[in-house]
């Protein structure tokens, strides 16, 4: 006689019940653990913002440090002025501009009708300004992002990458300090004040990065399309923040 258990409509009937049991757990897991969760990104952006601008617990020379979870909050209070969100021709200032998903804005800019939303961070230290551009793109596997601090001429003063998935040793060393502070004084406008954006690239005859007028950094080694996508990141994102500055010089 056949087991009921040997049937395909059990099999069928227990794999759909363990799908709607364990779909419900996560469900429930993610609804419950949503406050953590959001505030792990916070504490995680605003670490980001911060470091771009220079403010961070570096002690060594390839150390990347940054500021102490319970003490994030104060200190992004302390250095971070101002934040607005530039809409086409609107700007307005948005205290939760931080939380701006920059995946979802990219994918809602495709629509012909729709005007990205770009957050920008305003923040002071030692009596200088600094304007901190979120980005975000595609590496060799998968996104890679960063926070790029920026004075009034488009002049970088500082960085932070990221990425979900590059490769260790090669395309991941985007996250190391030799790499991170290459960009430090890098032009992202050329001498007739267009803009050009930063290019990785290799053997740009400039390993020390001495030239900060080239629009060009040297590469990371074995990780060319790492490389290719942290330039297209740069130009694609900070492209649009150009009117803001050419406003913002006029004054």
């Not at 290019?199 to 399309?225: F, H, M, S, W």
């Not at 649009?240 to 010089?249: E, R, S």
């Amino acid at each position: 006689m056949e087991k009921r258990t040997d049937k395909n409509s059990y099999t069928l009937l227990f794999a759909i019940a363990m799908t709607v049991i364990v779909g419900t757990l996560l469900a429930f897991t993610a609804q419950v653990l949503k406050d953590k969760i959001d505030e792990n990104r916070r504490i995680e952006k605003q670490q980001n913002i911060l470091y771009a601008m220079g403010i961070n617990e570096n002690t060594g020379e390839n150390d990347v440090v940054m500021i102490p979870t319970d003490k994030v909050g104060e200190a992004f209070n302390k250095y971070i002025v101002k934040q607005i969100v530039i809409q086409g021709d609107k700007i307005t200032d948005n205290d939760k501009a931080y939380l701006i998903d920059l995946k979802t804005e990219q994918q809602l800019a495709k629509k012909a009708d729709y005007k990205r939303r770009l957050p920008l961070f305003i923040g002071k230290k030692d009596g200088k300004t600094y304007y901190i551009v979120p980005v975000r793109g595609k590496g060799l596997w998968d996104a890679i992002w960063g926070y790029i601090a920026l004075d009034k001429n488009m002049v970088v003063q500082g960085a932070f990458f990221d990425h979900k998935g590059e490769t260790p040793g090669l395309g991941a060393n985007m996250t190391q300090r030799y790499f991170i502070d290459d960009f430090i004084g890098e032009h992202l406008l050329d001498s007739s004040g267009n803009f050009k954006g930063i290019t990785v690239l290799k053997g740009n005859n400039d390993p020390l990065n001495n030239d900060k007028t080239d629009n060009e950094v040297d590469a990371l080694a074995g990780a060319t399309i790492t490389g290719n996508g942290i330039s297209a990141m740069l130009k694609d994102e900070l492209n649009g923040y150009v009117p803001y500055f050419k406003n913002l010089n006029k004054k």
